[in-house]
């Protein structure tokens, strides 16, 4: 099946630095990857939607300027969370569609996350 | 505008028993597609089942099943012969129908269960 991975699984960086996490397609393309933030025992919010050769779009309430979407390849989009703050700390996912098999429908394929503390 | 609507915070069943979580939508599209994930203490997101809005019958995939009622807006699972290994964090989704696959996800607030032994 597809596989979307996500680099660093966790990281823990100081007030003010800034820290970019990858989210790899590992067999398939995507156009467009999603990224989303969850808190503990919430659900996901999406934050923004990659898109491949093109700008980022974000989601209403989302600061593009500190967290820039870059999405270099069919394979690749990286999200870079800058002058990181405490608040800043929480679980990023991101995810990629895949036409489902013998079906019409896209369903995303979900990377295992990012741990972010920002101490 | 979609909106995913899951009423149930937390429930908890017997292992062995069956368990139905609910979930309702509203939207005005006619072609959508409707999922459950799970998401274990991992928090890794498994798709557990997928409905697309113009097949009537209602998915089923092993211990799996959905009811779902397209006038209604309601697509609830069913797990039946619960296994400790469905305790996690059920996600209900909509995506509407798309040629592509830049069409985001909507998701539901979600519903903890919790298998007891």
């Not at chain 1, 397609?25 to 156009?31: E, G």
């Not at chain 1, 999200?79 to 995810?95: G, K, M, N, Q, R």
């Not at chain 2, 009423?7 to 999922?35: G, H, K, R």
């Not at chain 2, 469905?86 to 919790?114: E, Q, V």
């Amino acid at each position: 099946g597809a596989v979307v991975s996500q680099h660093p699984s966790w990281v823990i960086c100081k007030s003010g630095t800034s820290v970019k996490i990858e989210c790899r397609s590992l067999d398939f393309q995507a156009t467009t990857m999603f990224w989303y933030r969850q808190f503990p025992k919430k659900s996901l919010m999406l934050m923004a939607t990659s898109n491949e050769g093109s700008k980022a779009t974000y989601e209403q309430g989302v600061e593009k300027d500190k967290f820039l979407i870059n999405h270099a390849s069919l394979t690749l989009s990286t999200l870079t969370v800058t002058s990181a703050h405490p608040e800043d700390s929480s679980f990023y996912i991101c995810s990629a569609p895949l036409r489902a098999a013998g079906g019409r429908a896209y369903e995303q394929y979900f990377g295992p996350g990012t741990r972010l503390t920002v101490t | 505008a979609q909106t995913v609507t899951q009423s149930q915070p937390e429930m908890s069943v017997q292992e062995a028993e069956t368990v139905t979580l609910s979930c309702t939508y509203d939207t005005s599209e006619n072609n959508y597609y409707l999922f459950w994930y799970k998401q274990p203490p991992s928090r890794q997101m498994i798709l557990v089942i997928r409905q697309e809005a113009y097949k009537q019958q209602n998915a089923t995939e092993n211990r799996f099943s959905v009811n779902f009622q397209k006038a209604a807006k309601s697509f609830s699972l069913k797990i039946s012969d619960s296994q400790l290994g469905d305790t996690a964090m059920y996600f209900c989704a909509f995506m509407k129908h798309a040629t592509s696959g830049t069409y985001k996800y909507i998701f539901g607030t979600g519903t903890r269960l919790k298998v007891l032994a």
